[in-house]
Nanobody, 114 residues
Framework: VQLQASGGGWVQAGGSLRLSCVAS????????MGWYRQAPGKQREWVAD???????NYEDSVKGRFTISRDNAKNTMYLQMNSLKPEDTAVYYC?????????WGQGTLVTVSS
């Protein structure tokens, strides 16, 4: 399975972006899918995840601003990001878990200016 993340870009603080993660195969069998991010000079951190049963979890700093969703028919996962802050600036990676296997996308850069 290959994951292709897209949708990153430059936005002013308070703006919105929607990230997409398209899988080369079916995502309906993926136990969990999620988003991580890595800011310059920092370690990669978990942002949000969604299970095959649509159970959702968010990192505290993005709760109420970010929304994760998945469309199994399109083999795509999304991350709607609203009220963006400069501290959200990072490369965002999508990840998918299938059994014992973990798949990572290549990352998409989000830059939020103040």
């Amino acid at each position: 399975v290959q994951l292709q993340a897209s949708g990153g870009g430059w936005v002013q603080a308070g703006g919105s972006l929607r990230l997409s993660c398209v899988a080369s195969g079916s995502i309906s069998s993926m136990n969990h899918m999620g988003w991580y991010r890595q800011a310059p000079g920092k370690q990669r951190e978990w942002v949000a995840d969604i299970s095959s049963g649509d159970s959702i979890n968010y990192e505290d700093s993005v709760k109420g601003r970010f929304t994760i969703s998945r469309d199994n028919a399109k083999n795509t996962m999304y991350l709607q990001m609203n009220s963006l802050k400069p501290e959200d600036t990072a490369v965002y990676y999508c990840v998918a878990e299938q059994g014992q296997d973990l798949y990572w996308g290549q990352g998409t850069l989000v830059t939020v200016s103040s």
